[in-house]
């Protein structure tokens, strides 16, 4: 079992920034693939980044790409996800997920946190 809290959300203005952070809980954390997603109202949860358990894979969504670095420090438990230049756009219920394979699909994250709202004004 594995248990995951995100935190940093808020309110920001275009061309701003935000980190994320996920804390999570469990044994054996440090051995899944943790993923970002994020759900806009209206819209589908979407794909938002993944990284392998040693930290060497990264994996970008492509609205995203050379905005957000997703990032883990296995010895605090915690996934980051630093995002630059936000747009309003990036406006969204932000979640973090844990994995056992490399995926940008929903259905292949066992676990979830509650989510955090990021909010980007124009």
């Known amino acids: 079992q594995v248990q995951l809290v995100e935190s940093g959300g808020g309110l920001v203005q275009a061309g701003g920034s935000l980190r994320l952070s996920c804390a999570a809980s469990g044994r054996t954390y440090s051995r899944y693939i943790m993923g970002w997603f994020r759900q806009a109202p209206g819209k589908e949860r979407e794909f938002v980044a993944r990284?392998?358990?040693?930290?060497?894979?990264?994996y970008y969504g492509d609205s995203v790409k050379g905005r957000f670095t997703i990032s883990r420090d296995n010895a605090k438990n915690t996934v980051y996800l630093q995002m630059n230049s936000l747009k309003p756009g990036d406006t969204a219920v932000y979640y973090c997920?844990?994995?056992?394979?490399?995926?940008?699909?929903?259905?292949?994250?066992?676990?979830w946190g509650q989510g955090t709202q990021v909010t980007v004004s124009s």
């Open positions: 997920a844990a994995g056992g394979r490399p995926s940008a699909t929903i259905r292949d994250y066992d676990y």
């Open positions: 990284i392998s358990w040693s930290g060497d894979f990264l």
